[in-house]
């Protein structure tokens, strides 16, 4: 079985504070994604990785940078963070293709206070 | 970046009834048309997807509806059950990049007894 896991389920930090988020992935995966999913939103990319070192801005990339030195982990780094941060992150995973399935871990729920 | 508008955003319906969602896109590079399911607390999950040159997929009680020329697509739930209750999101290629999707806002199901 494909597995995403995420670091936390839960985080609790306060604003301006620098937040890391990791993901690791079991099966070689060469695509890694994050979102952010809020209610009424659906699921927007931040960040999208297609290699080890390579990176592509999603949709909503301010205020979030990432880095994926391991091709099974990528992390999402929030800065500074804020409270319109306060989210669910979500972190998936495909083989290579824009067709092939996206695996995704079971979410980090973020609440910037 | 390409819209995926997708309704409702709920939907409530008896055992046994037929859950229709649909999805509207802009442009894609190519047809593929995947359906993702959440259940509270999970992440998403591939449900079901169409690929080129299909008109109508079908597994088990899941069909997908696909029309080229109105640029839309549905999910239809038939002889839906109190375990179908979950939030689905629609997905179409985002239109520049390859490797990513572009998901709808989300519709909430709910199967009553």
């Known amino acids: 079985d494909v597995k995403v896991t995420q670091s936390s389920r839960y985080l609790v930090k306060r604003t301006g504070e620098k937040v890391f988020l990791e993901c690791v992935q079991d099966m070689d995966h060469e695509n890694m994604f994050w979102y952010r999913q809020d209610p009424g939103l659906g699921l927007r990319l931040i960040y999208f990785?297609?290699?080890?070192?390579?990176?592509e801005k999603g949709d909503i990339p301010e205020g979030y940078s990432v880095s994926r030195e391991k091709k099974e982990r990528f992390s999402l780094i929030l800065e500074s963070a804020s409270t319109n941060q306060t989210s669910m992150y979500l972190c998936a995973s495909s083989f290579s293709t824009g067709t092939d399935e996206q695996y995704f871990g079971p979410g980090t729920r973020l609440t910037v206070t | 970046q390409q819209q995926v508008k997708q309704s409702p955003q709920s939907l409530i319906v008896q055992k046994g009834g037929i859950s229709i969602i649909n999805c509207a896109y802009e442009n894609t590079a190519f047809d593929y048309f995947p359906w993702y399911q959440q259940f509270p607390g999970k992440g998403p999950a591939l449900l079901i997807a169409i690929r080129p040159d299909v008109s109508e997929k079908k597994e088990g009680r899941f069909t997908i509806s696909f029309n080229k020329s109105a640029k839309q697509f549905s999910l239809h739930i038939m002889d839906s059950q109190p375990g179908d209750s979950a939030t689905y999101f629609c997905?179409?290629?985002?239109?520049?990049?390859?490797?990513?999707?572009?998901f709808g806002a989300g519709t909430q199901v709910v199967v009553t007894p």
């Open positions: 990785s297609y290699d080890v070192k390579m990176k």
């Open positions: 997905a179409a290629p985002q239109f520049d990049s390859w490797g990513k999707l572009q």
